[in-house]
């Protein structure tokens, strides 16, 4: 259970306001609400409630769900807090080793101790040929701990209130991927690299997007309800990337439009992966294990990397064994184009649309295949073209393709 001086916090973060115009719209005192936000005095438990309670009658009028906010900011929390596995990074950064040389790495949802992210590119700062490498934390992980013995730079315990940043330029010839996460730890403690940030490292903040500037590549697992602002930033401030989603993230409006015009794409796993949870995470009926050391897991069947890396699979053709037969192929009752409900019969010959299963990007080669847009529910943005049905029944969301390169028989669509 959350205390009250975390549970204010969590309000005012859900509420968007700074501390100022938060204490102003309460009429507390702003002293008080930084004693109360920085564990100096406990708020009473009845203004938290009736703080609560306001702020969710307001959300309410404005027709989002009732709930209470505290709920709520904790259903969105428990879906945020997945902790990559190093294994997962090092098997998708091996497919763009040399676009890594001579760049500055960004991880801005990383803790610099306790991220796996930070940990594989501290180990291959070397063998990668970084010039630099950059993270940012949001406040102190939560995979940490309560327990944690882990202190700043200047030996105080790290704080939970703001983030923290380690900037390296260099790293010591002994780190190497075959370092233990002791070695770097301690590597980490005998430089002057981490230092508190001042305000809660939250990427979208000043602070943290002058580090997004000194950046070539932002490569992280954000919260997966922040996806789509981080992509959004990183591409304004045209950074590469190499981040980790959600598959339902394809048809946001903010990512769809990149992928049709070749601003980002799928990277290599897509699918399952696994992912440390933090030791509150509650117990699920699937999908969620505790290892023997105690560790709770979770795995989503459903995650993606999303880049804008240059990768040998993107200019792989897919190999296409099939002929269009009307029989087989049927068209959609609102659309001129046909249903292939599998990304093996995509066939060769036709030269019109075609709705695939979105698993398709996970081949997609833009020499060989256009993106027309999606079919999903006709309706939500402009790429949305129609909704997928086929005598009156709805097919699942599909991607509209073209094939570039089919010959032979001459069909409309
Ligand atoms: C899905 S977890 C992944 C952490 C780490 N990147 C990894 O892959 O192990 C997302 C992390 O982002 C942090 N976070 C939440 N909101 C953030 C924000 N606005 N800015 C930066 N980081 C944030 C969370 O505290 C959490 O540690």
Not at 58 to 81: F, H, M, P, R
Not at 278 to 307: C, H, V, Y
Request: glycine share 6%; proline share 4%.
């Amino acid at each position: 259970m959350d205390t009250l001086n975390a549970q204010i916090r969590e309000l005012r973060k859900v509420s968007g306001l700074s501390q100022t115009t938060f204490a102003e719209k309460f009429e507390i005192p702003t002293s008080t609400l930084q004693d109360w936000e920085h564990n100096r005095r406990t708020p009473p438990i009845y203004v938290v409630g009736m703080i609560d309670k306001i702020l969710s009658t307001e959300k309410a009028a404005k027709q989002v769900s009732g709930n209470s906010i505290l709920n709520k900011a904790k259903s969105a929390k428990d879906n945020d807090e997945f902790y990559t596995t190093y294994e997962t990074i090092e098997n998708e950064v091996a497919h763009y080793i040399a676009e890594f040389k001579g760049k500055t790495v960004l991880c801005n949802c990383d803790d610099p101790f306790e991220s796996s992210f930070s940990k594989y590119f501290i180990k291959n700062f070397n063998t990668l040929g970084l010039k630099g490498l950059i993270c940012t934390s949001y406040c102190a992980s939560r995979v940490l701990g309560t327990d944690s013995n882990l202190v700043d730079m200047k030996g105080e315990p790290l704080s939970n209130d703001n983030g923290y940043v380690m900037v390296l330029s260099k790293v010591s010839e002994s780190i190497n991927p075959s370092s233990t996460d002791a070695e770097v730890h301690e590597f980490l403690q005998s430089q002057n690299s981490v230092r508190k940030l001042v305000g809660d490292g939250d990427f979208r903040s000043d602070e943290c997007i002058e580090y997004l500037k000194l950046a070539d590549v932002v490569v992280t697992n954000p919260p997966f309800s922040l996806f789509r602002e981080l992509i959004s930033l990183v591409t304004e401030y045209e950074k590469q990337f190499l981040v980790i989603g959600n598959q339902n993230a394809i048809t946001y409006k903010e990512i769809f439009p990149l992928i049709q015009e070749n601003k980002a794409w799928i990277g290599y796993q897509f699918g399952d992966m696994a992912f440390r949870v933090p030791a509150d995470a509650e117990p699920r009926e699937t999908r969620f294990w505790i290892d023997s050391t105690g560790q709770k897991w979770r795995s989503l069947g459903n995650a993606m990397w999303l880049t804008n890396m240059d990768m040998n699979r993107r200019h792989e053709r897919l190999e296409l064994t099939k002929y269009y037969d009307a029989e087989l192929y049927p068209r959609y009752d609102e659309y001129d184009a046909i249903e292939v409900s599998k990304v093996a019969n995509i066939p060769m010959d036709y030269k019109g649309i075609m709705g695939v299963p979105i698993t398709f990007l996970n081949k997609y080669n833009p020499e060989q295949f256009d993106i027309i847009g999606e079919a999903n529910h006709g309706s939500d943005n402009s790429f949305d073209l129609f909704k997928p049905t086929i005598n009156g029944k709805l097919k699942f969301k599909r991607i509209l393709i073209r094939n570039k390169l089919a010959t032979g028989v001459e069909i409309n669509g």
